[in-house]
């Protein structure tokens, strides 16, 4: 039995709209294009989705909340790329006044599942964020930056164009990011420096500690390419290095 949705009647919804079941739509919600949405969302007010996007379900997404918009590109001009969308997951909370903007680079701006995206995030053009991450008020994301899973960015932080956070990074409050970071570093200041290895991002995804203690004493040598032990998260790293050759190698 199809279980039905709760609007509110002050809510904008286009006939295109393709939706769910029980979900609930708050006062002054507008959802304008080919939006599609899946089940027991709550949008709660004042929200505009607009444009081609896809959210998933079990998402909570608070007021003032912007998602779908062209991506800012300044003297270019903003505009929309055909057949680009933006793609949210399941089971994310998106706090206060977050801005999700459309592709402009690629087809899709992309977040995983289980993130928590907190108040004032500016998320722009292009960007991919991985499942479990979770950004801290004030966090920016300029074009085509990409934040992958288990990462924790800290209040205020900012990660330049192209740039790629690895796994299970930890970036430190308003620090400067402007080279790509590798899987399990914590990383602090303006510009960003590593400052070790986020431990405690391992134990949360349940490798032995005691492995774990060796790789946090020889970490300066496995980031320079110098040390080498058979554990899934060196592999991880190795794997960045490949990709990203010019990541970030300097400690605080």
Do not use: W
């Amino acid at each position: 039995m199809k279980r039905k949705n709760q609007i509110h009647p002050t809510a904008l919804i286009s006939p295109a709209v393709k939706m769910g079941e029980q979900n609930i739509i708050g006062p002054y919600v507008q959802l304008d294009g080919d939006v599609e949405i899946g089940d027991g969302n709550v949008l709660e007010s004042s929200i505009v989705v607009k444009n081609t996007v896809r959210i998933g379900s079990q998402n909570r997404i608070y007021p003032f909340v912007t998602i779908g918009h062209p991506g800012e590109m300044g003297y270019k001009g903003d505009r929309l790329v055909d057949g680009g969308y933006v793609e949210i997951g399941n089971k994310n909370t998106i706090r206060e006044f977050v801005n999700i903007h459309s592709p402009v680079r690629s087809q899709v701006t992309s977040i995983g599942d289980s993130c928590y995206i907190m108040n004032k995030c500016y998320l722009a053009h292009d960007i991919k964020i991985g499942d479990h991450t979770s950004l801290t008020a004030g966090t920016k994301l300029a074009g085509r930056a990409e934040v992958s899973a288990h990462v924790n960015m800290g209040m205020g932080s900012t990660v330049h164009q192209r740039i790629h956070v690895g796994e299970g990074a930890m970036v430190g409050m308003n620090a400067v990011i402007i080279r790509h970071i590798a899987p399990y570093c914590t990383v602090a200041g303006i510009p960003a420096r590593i400052i070790g290895f986020n431990l405690m991002a391992a134990i949360r995804q349940g490798y032995d500690e005691a492995e774990l203690q060796e790789i946090k004493h020889h970490f300066v040598r496995i980031i320079e390419g110098d040390y080498s032990l058979d554990h899934d998260i060196i592999r991880k790293i190795e794997s960045f290095r490949a990709v990203h050759p010019d990541m970030l190698i300097d400690f605080k």
